[in-house]
Protein backbone atom coordinates (compact mmCIF):
# COMPACT_ATOMS: atom_id res chain seq x y z
CA UNK A 1 0.00 0.00 0.00
CA UNK A 2 1.09 3.50 -0.84
CA UNK A 3 2.21 5.43 2.13
CA UNK A 4 2.08 9.80 2.93
CA UNK A 5 5.12 11.87 4.05
CA UNK A 6 4.55 15.21 5.59
CA UNK A 7 7.58 17.46 5.32
CA UNK A 8 8.18 20.89 6.42
CA UNK A 9 10.83 23.82 5.11
CA UNK A 10 13.53 24.91 7.00
CA UNK A 11 15.33 28.63 7.53
CA UNK A 12 15.03 30.79 4.20
CA UNK A 13 11.21 30.21 3.27
CA UNK A 14 9.95 32.87 5.71
CA UNK A 15 8.43 35.96 4.64
CA UNK A 16 6.43 39.12 6.24
CA UNK A 17 2.65 38.19 6.92
CA UNK A 18 3.39 34.73 6.77
CA UNK A 19 -0.08 32.91 8.74
CA UNK A 20 -1.84 35.93 8.99
CA UNK A 21 -4.46 34.78 5.97
CA UNK A 22 -4.93 31.65 7.96
CA UNK A 23 -5.48 33.49 11.51
CA UNK A 24 -7.94 35.62 9.76
CA UNK A 25 -9.61 33.38 8.31
CA UNK A 26 -9.91 30.26 9.58
CA UNK A 27 -11.26 29.64 13.32
CA UNK A 28 -8.76 26.28 13.76
CA UNK A 29 -6.12 28.06 12.53
CA UNK A 30 -6.46 31.16 14.93
CA UNK A 31 -7.16 28.76 18.03
CA UNK A 32 -3.98 27.17 17.32
CA UNK A 33 -2.00 30.11 16.37
CA UNK A 34 -3.10 31.60 19.80
CA UNK A 35 -2.07 28.69 21.45
CA UNK A 36 1.65 28.84 20.53
CA UNK A 37 1.83 32.67 20.50
CA UNK A 38 0.77 32.20 24.29
CA UNK A 39 3.23 29.91 25.02
CA UNK A 40 6.37 31.85 24.11
CA UNK A 41 8.00 34.65 26.32
CA UNK A 42 7.93 37.04 23.32
CA UNK A 43 5.38 38.78 20.76
CA UNK A 44 5.83 36.05 17.71
CA UNK A 45 2.81 37.43 16.51
CA UNK A 46 3.62 40.99 15.65
CA UNK A 47 6.42 39.39 14.38
CA UNK A 48 4.89 37.26 11.90
CA UNK A 49 2.14 39.18 10.75
CA UNK A 50 3.26 42.73 10.55
CA UNK A 51 7.55 42.80 11.61
CA UNK A 52 9.48 44.40 9.34
CA UNK A 53 11.63 41.85 6.94
CA UNK A 54 14.86 42.09 9.59
CA UNK A 55 13.34 41.11 12.11
CA UNK A 56 11.66 37.85 10.91
CA UNK A 57 15.05 37.40 9.55
CA UNK A 58 16.92 37.17 12.69
CA UNK A 59 16.96 33.78 13.36
CA UNK A 60 15.61 33.69 17.14
CA UNK A 61 12.55 34.84 15.28
CA UNK A 62 12.31 33.09 12.45
CA UNK A 63 12.99 29.68 12.90
CA UNK A 64 9.99 29.60 15.49
CA UNK A 65 7.94 31.66 12.74
CA UNK A 66 8.21 28.42 10.30
CA UNK A 67 8.03 26.24 12.48
CA UNK A 68 4.57 28.02 13.98
CA UNK A 69 2.80 28.12 10.16
CA UNK A 70 4.08 24.57 9.40
CA UNK A 71 2.11 22.93 12.46
CA UNK A 72 -1.03 25.12 12.31
CA UNK A 73 -1.38 23.62 8.48
CA UNK A 74 -0.08 20.75 9.16
CA UNK A 75 -3.04 20.70 11.91
CA UNK A 76 -5.92 22.01 9.22
CA UNK A 77 -4.28 19.24 6.83
CA UNK A 78 -5.14 16.48 9.43
CA UNK A 79 -8.76 17.80 9.55
CA UNK A 80 -9.72 16.73 6.22
CA UNK A 81 -8.84 13.40 7.24
CA UNK A 82 -4.86 13.55 5.89
CA UNK A 83 -2.06 11.66 8.10
CA UNK A 84 1.12 10.32 7.69
CA UNK A 85 3.02 7.42 8.11
CA UNK A 86 6.54 9.42 8.07
CA UNK A 87 7.40 12.89 8.74
CA UNK A 88 10.98 14.56 7.99
CA UNK A 89 11.88 18.78 7.96
CA UNK A 90 14.64 20.20 6.55
CA UNK A 91 16.86 21.46 9.11
CA UNK A 92 14.35 23.66 11.45
CA UNK A 93 11.83 22.17 9.63
CA UNK A 94 13.12 18.46 11.68
CA UNK A 95 11.49 20.33 14.65
CA UNK A 96 8.05 21.11 12.67
CA UNK A 97 8.18 17.17 12.33
CA UNK A 98 8.77 16.17 15.73
CA UNK A 99 5.52 18.01 16.56
CA UNK A 100 4.03 16.68 13.51
CA UNK A 101 4.63 13.34 14.79
CA UNK A 102 3.97 13.92 18.40
CA UNK A 103 7.03 13.62 19.77
CA UNK A 104 6.35 16.84 21.73
CA UNK A 105 3.39 18.99 21.68
CA UNK A 106 2.71 21.60 18.74
CA UNK A 107 3.12 24.38 21.19
CA UNK A 108 5.99 22.81 22.82
CA UNK A 109 7.39 22.16 19.35
CA UNK A 110 7.83 26.36 18.83
CA UNK A 111 9.11 26.89 22.26
CA UNK A 112 11.63 24.66 22.22
CA UNK A 113 12.70 25.75 18.45
CA UNK A 114 12.67 29.45 19.54
CA UNK A 115 14.96 28.07 22.20
CA UNK A 116 17.08 26.96 19.06
CA UNK A 117 17.24 29.68 17.18
CA UNK A 118 18.22 31.72 20.30
CA UNK A 119 21.15 29.48 20.75
CA UNK A 120 21.84 29.40 17.21
CA UNK A 121 21.86 33.25 17.09
CA UNK A 122 23.65 33.73 20.36
CA UNK A 123 26.85 31.09 18.48
CA UNK A 124 27.03 32.55 15.19
CA UNK A 125 27.63 35.87 16.62
CA UNK A 126 30.72 34.41 18.47
CA UNK A 127 32.21 32.73 15.58
CA UNK A 128 33.43 33.99 12.24
CA UNK A 129 31.94 31.64 9.89
CA UNK A 130 29.55 32.22 6.73
CA UNK A 131 27.57 29.18 4.05
CA UNK A 132 27.84 28.71 0.47
CA UNK A 133 25.54 27.33 -2.31
CA UNK A 134 28.01 24.87 -4.71
CA UNK A 135 25.63 24.36 -8.09
CA UNK A 136 26.98 21.35 -10.65
CA UNK A 137 29.00 19.51 -8.60
CA UNK A 138 28.79 15.91 -7.18
CA UNK A 139 28.39 15.94 -3.58
CA UNK A 140 31.39 13.16 -3.34
CA UNK A 141 33.67 15.10 -5.35
CA UNK A 142 32.56 18.38 -2.94
CA UNK A 143 33.31 15.99 -0.14
CA UNK A 144 36.72 15.19 -1.37
CA UNK A 145 38.12 18.79 -2.47
CA UNK A 146 37.48 19.94 0.89
CA UNK A 147 39.42 17.94 2.71
CA UNK A 148 42.60 19.81 0.58
CA UNK A 149 41.02 23.51 1.73
CA UNK A 150 42.73 24.97 5.21
CA UNK A 151 40.55 25.85 7.69
CA UNK A 152 37.04 24.74 8.67
CA UNK A 153 35.32 24.25 5.61
CA UNK A 154 32.38 20.87 5.80
CA UNK A 155 29.47 19.84 3.20
CA UNK A 156 26.40 19.82 5.66
CA UNK A 157 23.17 20.52 3.71
CA UNK A 158 22.73 17.68 0.98
CA UNK A 159 19.86 19.09 -0.86
CA UNK A 160 19.74 17.79 -4.08
CA UNK A 161 21.85 15.22 -6.21
CA UNK A 162 24.22 18.75 -8.25
CA UNK A 163 23.31 21.17 -5.21
CA UNK A 164 25.21 21.25 -1.51
CA UNK A 165 25.47 24.01 0.99
CA UNK A 166 28.87 24.22 3.00
CA UNK A 167 29.64 26.14 6.10
CA UNK A 168 32.53 27.03 8.42
CA UNK A 169 34.84 29.52 8.94
CA UNK A 170 34.56 32.71 6.35
CA UNK A 171 38.08 32.44 5.02
CA UNK A 172 38.35 28.94 4.71
CA UNK A 173 34.90 28.98 2.77
CA UNK A 174 36.10 31.58 0.68
CA UNK A 175 38.87 29.14 -0.37
CA UNK A 176 36.64 26.36 -0.56
CA UNK A 177 34.33 28.58 -3.21
CA UNK A 178 37.66 29.05 -5.36
CA UNK A 179 38.85 25.10 -5.17
CA UNK A 180 35.33 23.44 -5.86
CA UNK A 181 35.10 25.79 -9.06
CA UNK A 182 38.39 24.75 -10.04
CA UNK A 183 37.05 21.35 -9.18
CA UNK A 184 34.19 21.87 -11.79
CA UNK A 185 31.27 23.70 -9.97
CA UNK A 186 28.97 25.49 -11.93
CA UNK A 187 28.47 28.06 -9.28
CA UNK A 188 29.95 28.38 -5.71
CA UNK A 189 28.46 31.64 -4.20
CA UNK A 190 28.44 32.78 -0.71
CA UNK A 191 25.35 32.80 1.17
CA UNK A 192 23.48 35.96 3.11
CA UNK A 193 23.17 34.30 6.35
CA UNK A 194 23.87 34.61 10.02
CA UNK A 195 26.14 31.97 10.84
CA UNK A 196 28.20 28.53 9.73
CA UNK A 197 24.81 26.88 9.87
CA UNK A 198 25.49 22.63 10.63
CA UNK A 199 28.99 22.79 10.54
CA UNK A 200 30.99 22.07 13.88
CA UNK A 201 31.55 26.02 14.62
CA UNK A 202 27.71 25.38 16.04
CA UNK A 203 28.47 22.38 18.60
CA UNK A 204 28.27 25.21 21.64
CA UNK A 205 24.35 25.48 20.68
CA UNK A 206 24.00 21.71 20.72
CA UNK A 207 25.64 21.57 23.96
CA UNK A 208 22.95 24.87 25.35
CA UNK A 209 20.09 22.71 23.14
CA UNK A 210 20.63 19.42 24.98
CA UNK A 211 20.41 21.23 28.23
CA UNK A 212 16.93 22.26 27.06
CA UNK A 213 15.88 19.14 25.68
CA UNK A 214 15.61 18.34 29.88
CA UNK A 215 12.75 20.73 29.88
CA UNK A 216 10.55 19.28 27.88
CA UNK A 217 8.30 16.49 28.33
CA UNK A 218 8.38 13.99 24.90
CA UNK A 219 6.54 11.06 24.14
CA UNK A 220 7.40 8.07 21.78
CA UNK A 221 6.18 7.71 18.26
CA UNK A 222 3.86 5.52 15.94
CA UNK A 223 4.29 8.03 13.29
CA UNK A 224 8.13 7.58 12.24
CA UNK A 225 10.54 10.40 11.68
CA UNK A 226 13.41 10.10 8.95
CA UNK A 227 16.25 11.94 10.83
CA UNK A 228 18.32 14.73 8.90
CA UNK A 229 21.63 13.67 9.98
CA UNK A 230 21.34 9.78 9.57
CA UNK A 231 18.31 9.48 7.31
CA UNK A 232 17.51 6.45 9.41
CA UNK A 233 14.40 5.76 11.47
CA UNK A 234 13.49 7.22 14.16
CA UNK A 235 10.22 6.46 16.96
CA UNK A 236 11.87 6.59 20.12
CA UNK A 237 12.37 9.56 22.72
CA UNK A 238 16.29 8.85 23.44
CA UNK A 239 16.95 9.01 19.58
CA UNK A 240 15.00 12.21 19.16
CA UNK A 241 17.12 13.97 21.59
CA UNK A 242 20.36 12.79 20.30
CA UNK A 243 19.14 13.58 16.99
CA UNK A 244 18.24 16.72 17.65
CA UNK A 245 21.57 17.44 19.58
CA UNK A 246 23.46 15.96 16.86
CA UNK A 247 21.82 18.24 14.11
CA UNK A 248 22.35 21.37 15.54
CA UNK A 249 25.65 20.97 14.05
CA UNK A 250 25.54 18.19 12.03
CA UNK A 251 24.91 17.80 8.07
CA UNK A 252 21.32 17.82 6.72
CA UNK A 253 21.04 14.92 4.00
CA UNK A 254 18.01 15.51 2.23
CA UNK A 255 18.56 13.57 -0.70
CA UNK A 256 19.00 10.44 1.42
CA UNK A 257 15.75 11.31 3.50
CA UNK A 258 13.42 11.15 0.33
CA UNK A 259 15.28 8.66 -0.93
CA UNK A 260 14.67 6.31 2.32
CA UNK A 261 11.10 7.70 2.31
CA UNK A 262 10.80 6.14 -1.09
CA UNK A 263 12.56 3.12 -0.07
CA UNK A 264 9.29 2.88 2.69
CA UNK A 265 6.61 3.21 0.46
CA UNK A 266 6.05 6.50 0.37
CA UNK A 267 4.12 8.16 -3.23
CA UNK A 268 2.63 10.93 -2.12
CA UNK A 269 4.78 13.57 0.03
CA UNK A 270 2.72 16.92 1.30
CA UNK A 271 5.34 19.41 2.08
CA UNK A 272 3.72 21.80 4.76
CA UNK A 273 4.76 25.11 5.51
CA UNK A 274 5.81 28.57 3.87
CA UNK A 275 6.85 28.25 0.10
CA UNK A 276 7.69 25.39 -2.21
CA UNK A 277 11.47 24.88 -1.65
CA UNK A 278 11.41 21.27 -0.95
CA UNK A 279 9.09 20.69 -4.07
CA UNK A 280 11.56 21.99 -6.24
CA UNK A 281 14.57 19.58 -4.60
CA UNK A 282 12.52 16.39 -4.34
CA UNK A 283 11.42 16.37 -8.15
CA UNK A 284 15.51 16.41 -8.53
CA UNK A 285 15.59 13.47 -6.28
CA UNK A 286 13.10 11.42 -7.30
CA UNK A 287 10.42 12.54 -10.10
CA UNK A 288 7.79 9.49 -9.48
CA UNK A 289 7.13 10.68 -5.95
CA UNK A 290 3.80 13.23 -5.96
CA UNK A 291 4.34 16.55 -4.21
CA UNK A 292 1.39 18.58 -2.66
CA UNK A 293 2.13 21.56 -1.40
CA UNK A 294 0.02 23.10 1.66
CA UNK A 295 0.80 26.51 2.25
CA UNK A 296 -2.94 29.00 1.91
CA UNK A 297 -6.50 28.49 2.76
CA UNK A 298 -6.95 27.33 -0.75
CA UNK A 299 -4.77 24.75 -0.59
CA UNK A 300 -6.75 22.99 2.20
CA UNK A 301 -10.14 23.28 -0.19
Request: aromatic share 6%; net charge negative.
Amino acid sequence: MSKIAFVFPGQGTQYVGMGKELYENNELAKKEFDKIFSNLDFDLKSVMFEGSEEELKDTKNTQPAIVAMSLVLEKMLREKGIEPNYVAGHSVGEYAAIGSAGFLSMEDAVKLTSLRGKAMSKVSGEVAGTMAAIIGLDADKIVETLKSVDGIAEAVNFNEPKQTVIAGEKEAIGKACIALKEAGARRAMELSVSGPFHSSLMQPAGEILKEALEEFKFEDSSVVLIANTTAKEITKVDELKDELYRQSFGPVKWVDTILALKEAGVTTIYEIGPGKVLNGLIKKIDKEIEVINIEKLSDLV
